[in-house]
């Protein structure tokens, strides 16, 4: 295969140097503010600011209310992505099963990707309102109080089926495509040497869609920590109190409504840091045994 080339070096600069500026102005240069900021005691209305060091770090990491939204925000994470990544492979291995109907089962599937998370938070609002609530109702049957809104755990329950349903179609589309790429060979040598369904999926199946899984891991695992802020805040009602929270939301609380600049930045810069880690983490220790093929 003919490689492609580039008569000049500046031409390859020139055409990357939109995508720079872009990474550069709403990244870069946000990420060295915050850093920055967090090492400093801002007055809200920018007449001044002291250097207090790491005393905004320190004060973090000393605080119960800080651990207990970590602690949440563990919980909220795990959950969210492990369910998302279920009941999506379950409904891309029933759909990619699928003859009659397939299309119309698979938009069905597909169009809740097309929500934006505060719209997502809404219907949430609407499904658990504590007058007619269909799953308030659904809940009562069952003897369950569902109180949103005012319960710690009731809501923070929400939040985690409002971000699981938003998740799952995006989770669908990536399994369903790589369901259809296992070649039609592969399945059929499965079939002869295994004739059972729950053996040939984790024996041949699973393994083979081990990039995927990895690749969505990540995915889910950034949506959960950040992408959910709009299902948060709807979900509160812009009330937080003692409504749960996760630490991105837990930033903006305390920046914008406790005027805590410096230890709004230090919270970012702490969250950017274990995100870094954990990336660094997948890819060098669980993509050792992923293999592409």
């Known amino acids: 295969m003919k490689r492609a080339g580039f008569s ?5 600069i ?41 005393d905004n770090y ?33 409904l891309a291995v029933k759909a990619d099963n699928v003859l009659r109907g397939a299309r119309t089962y698979r938009t069905l599937l597909m169009w809740v990707y097309a929500v934006a998370p505060p719209v997502a938070g809404f219907i949430g609002l ?12 659904l809940a009562g049957v069952f003897g369950w109080d569902f109180v949103l809104g005012v319960n710690f755990n009731d809501t923070a329950a929400a939040m ?37 369904a729950t053996g040939r999926f984790w024996d041949v199946t699973f393994p083979l869609l081990a990039p995927t899984g990895f690749f969505l891991l990540i995915i889910n695992i950034t949506y959960a920590l950040f992408d959910t802020f709009g299902i948060v805040d709807t979900l509160v009602k812009g009330e937080p109190g003692n409504n749960p ?21 230090a919270q970012s810069v702490i969250l950017m840091v274990l995100v870094l880690a954990l990336t660094i983490f997948q890819f060098r220790l669980i993509d050792r045994r992923i293999h592409y093929t």
């Open 8 to 12: 000049t070096k500046w031409m390859p």
């Open 14 to 54: 020139l055409l990357l140097m939109p995508q720079l500026v872009i990474i550069a102005i709403f990244f870069y240069w946000p990420a060295w503010h915050a850093i920055q900021s967090s090492f400093y005691l801002q007055d809200p209305f920018g007449f001044g600011s002291t250097f207090v060091g790491l």
């Open 58 to 90: 320190t004060d973090l990491l000393g605080n119960s209310e800080y651990r207990r939204v970590a602690i949440f925000t563990l919980v909220f994470t795990v959950l969210v992505t492990f369910f998302s990544l279920a009941i999506a492979l379950l």
């Open 126 to 137: 609407i499904m658990f309102d504590q007058s007619w609530g269909p799953l308030t109702r």
């Open 160 to 196: 985690v089926l409002v971000s699981v349903w938003k998740q799952i179609p995006v989770n669908f589309i990536f399994f369903l495509s790589g369901l259809q790429s296992i070649p039609r060979s592969v399945r059929e040598a499965a079939l002869i040497d295994n004739r059972s």
């Open 245 to 265: 929270m996760t630490l991105v939301y837990k930033v903006y609380v305390d920046g914008f409504r406790g005027n805590d600049l410096g230890g709004s930045s």
